[in-house]
Each structure stands twice: as C-alpha cells, then as structure tokens.
C-alpha cells in the first residue's frame, strides 16, 4: 500500500516518462565532447556501430549511425582510447541513456590537428605554399626516384601503375620509413641527398593513408623546409583522397593517391603507340602524293622539252606536209577520176545516138576535150607540186643552217659569237662558221658603220 501524500498532478505511463526524460536530455544538454575506452565494440551488417566508452568508474552506451561512420578514418576497436562529439538521448525501448555520435578520432588526434593547423598557417604566411615558388613538373621525365617504404602498397600501386602505362621509365625506389619517431629526419635526409645527387627528373614522395597520427611524419616543420629547399620538383601523394598533409601544401605538385601520382608523371604509352601510328600513317600517305605530283609534273615538263625540241617541230612541220601532199595527190586521182566517168559517159551516149556522119566531128571534139582534160589535170597537179616545193622551202627556211646555206657566215672570237666590231681589235684571231666547215681569220681593219640619218 502506497503511503499517502499529496495527489500526482498527472499519472504518467513508463513510455510517456521516457519520452519526457528523452526530451529533457535533448533540449538540455549541447553537443559534449568525451573521452573515454572502446569496449563491446560491434558493426553490423546496417553499418551503423554499437559500443560502451569507459573509463575507471563509469561508463556509457554509444550508437554512430552509417552516414556518419562511413567516412572515418580508421577502424576503432575494443581496447582503442578514442575522443567522441555526440548529442544525450535516451534510448526508450530500454530506459537507458546514450550518447548519439557525430564524429570518433582517436585519442590525442584533436592535439594532431591543432598542431597541424598552427604549422599550416605559419608556413602560409611564410609563403612556402605560393604557386609562384613551386618548380613545373617536367613533361619528359628520364628517371624518377620515389621515396617510400620498401614493403608498403603504396610502392606497389606506383609501380604497377608505371608498368602498364610506360615501363621505359627508370623509376629507383629510395626506402624511408613512413611513421615513427625517427621517420620525419630520415625522410628529411634522404630527400636532400636524392636531390643533391642531381640524378632524378623528379622526386616522389608517397605512402598509403592512415590515421593524422599515422601520417605525423609528413606533418614535420623542418622535412616540410626540406621539401621547400630542393632542386628537383617535388610531388607529394600522401594517404588517401581526403588525406592532406604538410607536405602536400609545400610539395611542387600534390597527387590524391600513389596511384595517381604514378598516372600524372607517366606517359599513356598505348595512346603514343596510336599516336607514332597514326603519325606514320599519314606520314607515308604525303609522301606518296607528293611523289605521285612529282612524277607528273616531271612527265608533263618531259612531254613539252619534246615537243619544243626544234627537231620535234621541224618533224612536225614535214609530217604536216606529207599530209598536205596527199591530200592534193587524192584530189587530183578524184578529179581524173571523175572526168573518166564523166567521158565514159560521153562515150557512151555518143556511141548510143551519133549518127555515122557526125561520127569524124564528135571524134575530134572528144579528142579535144580529152586533150582540155588532160591539160588541165596537169596543170592542177604542177599548181599542187609547186605548192608542196614552196613549203618545203619554207620549212628549210626556217632551219637554223639555212642562213649559211645562202652565203652568210657566223663570227666568233674564243668566246662568243660576234654582234658588233666594237670589241674587235687589229690582229685579233676569229673563227668564221661556214655552211660547209669553218675558217680561222685575223683582223687588219675595224671600220664601223656610219650612223643611220633618218629621213627629212
């Protein structure tokens, strides 16, 4: 029996108090950030994760939902010391309260990352991250040396990448280890002697991702200086995508991934062999045209040397004449030709209709006619050979030894032919070119011509 005290202003039931309690936590407590020890840790196949954080004298129930785990960077495990950032809520169906979380690191990162800050705004403001001091990466990169662990992916994944995109790369592995105490000067001094070697294009600096205090080693002030002070361009590929480091900031050129990096200073040799192919292609395909119009043009110049070759136009000029010829001589049989039927046709009707006693007259007019006939053949047939003999003499006319042919001679002294008396001395020895040979002559006189006066 319940003691007796003042009446309850409301009678609750158990999910009504948890539903007041839930918004009470809620609308009273902000974001708190806790520190604590992973245990019961369990992930389901939904992705969400389920786990207790402890310390000594108490702990509390925790739930990071999916769409928040899935994009931290390591995997927390029973054991793990980790730093958390949540909302209290009360889990109803329980009547126990948790904490809803937003963002897990491990424990210290939260230091990691301010020190991470602090040293990127003071090399910022120092300028070592201006475009205008980082060195172009060269475009043809004869050997490239990669610094990174020996027995780590990223090495493989640069390598493989290398083999399959242009295995004629010298690539040299510089092994440094990539985290710990010691890890950042022994970076640092490798860097500095590969880049005092003048021996590499470029130099690659590259592990695989990890948590901030994974990749500490690349977060230093002084390898960060280091990098800053090369020669040699310098490419960073550090972690994964959404990793950044100090290094990436003061490097030449950043890569998101080893692999990455391996695809950015690599030619893609089969789009080059495509290239060399399709160059060759076309290569060959203009010199055959341009032999092709060579050898006409040749062919065409060949073609009119021969045809403006005197002897092809003095030939051409006799072909043109023999042909004149024949056709006259054609015209001529076609003539006689016709004046036969003509006569035989005479004949005939004289030998079908004279009477005995004209037979004497009509035999003496065809006579007569026969003797026109004849005569007048003749006469076209000698109209015709003198035309032909005219055109043969045209035709010698224009010969180049028709003019010696007709009593004139070529002068020439030893080295030309002569046009004037004016560079013509007494005594001086000249050859005179004949129709038939040639004359050796020696001046006694120069007279030159009067002027011409032209006419009042």
Not at 43 to 55: I, R, V
Not at 155 to 165: N, P, W
Not at 301 to 309: E, G, S, V
Not at 397 to 426: C, F, M, N, Q
């Amino acid at each position: 029996m319940f003691p007796k005290s003042e009446p309850a202003s409301r009678l609750l039931t158990p999910t009504q108090l948890n539903a007041l309690a839930r918004s009470l936590l809620e609308d009273s407590f902000p974001l708190v950030e806790v520190l604590g020890e992973i245990s019961n840790f369990a992930c389901p196949s939904s992705g969400h994760l389920y786990f207790t954080l402890k310390d000594r004298n108490a702990q509390v129930r925790c739930a990071m939902f999916r769409q928040r785990s899935q994009w931290m960077r390591f995997k927390p495990e029973n054991g793990q010391s980790v730093q958390v950032r949540g909302r209290l809520t009360l889990y109803e169906p329980r009547g126990d309260y948790q904490l809803v979380l937003e963002h897990m690191q491990p424990a210290g990162e939260g230091e990691l990352l301010r020190a991470f800050q602090a040293l990127k705004e003071k090399l910022q403001a120092e300028g070592l991250f201006d475009a205008e001091r980082k060195k172009p990466i060269p475009t043809q990169i004869k050997r490239l040396g990669v610094l990174s662990s020996a027995g780590g992916a990223a090495i493989h994944d640069v390598l493989s990448v290398l083999r399959r995109r242009w295995p004629l790369l010298q690539v040299e592995l510089l092994p440094i280890p990539v985290q710990g105490k010691d890890a950042p000067s022994q970076i640092g001094s490798m860097l500095t002697r590969a880049d005092e070697s003048q021996r590499y294009s470029v130099l690659l600096l590259t592990r695989g991702g990890g948590s901030l205090e994974d990749l500490a080693a690349f977060n230093d002030e002084r390898l960060a200086r280091t990098i800053a002070a090369c020669v040699t361009p310098v490419v960073s590929a550090v972690g994964h995508e959404i990793d950044f480091t100090i290094a990436d900031f003061v490097a030449d050129l950043r890569c998101p991934t080893p692999s990455a990096a391996a695809e950015t200073l690599s030619p893609d040799g089969q789009a080059i062999g495509r290239r060399i192919d399709e160059l060759g292609t076309r290569a060959a395909r203009s010199l055959r045209n341009r032999l092709q119009t060579a050898q006409q043009r040749l062919d065409h110049l060949q073609l009119r040397l021969r045809n403006q070759h005197p002897q092809a136009r003095l030939q051409l000029a006799l072909d043109r004449g023999r042909a004149l010829h024949a056709r006259i001589t054609k015209l001529g049989e076609q003539v006689i030709s016709r004046q036969q039927q003509h006569l035989n046709q005479l004949l005939a009707r004289l030998s079908a209709k004279a009477p005995g006693a004209q037979l004497g007259l009509q035999r003496r007019r065809v006579d007569l006619a026969l003797h026109t006939l004849q005569a007048q053949v003749r006469l076209q047939l000698q109209r015709a050979q003198r035309s032909t003999q005219a055109l043969g003499r045209t035709l010698h006319a224009v010969s180049p030894l028709a003019t010696l042919d007709r009593g004139y001679a070529i002068l020439a002294d030893s080295e030309r032919t002569l046009r004037s008396v004016a560079s013509i001395k007494v005594n001086d020895p000249l050859r005179a070119r004949l129709a038939d040979g040639e004359l050796g002559l020696r001046v006694t006189a120069v007279s030159p011509a009067p002027p011409h006066k032209m006419p009042n």
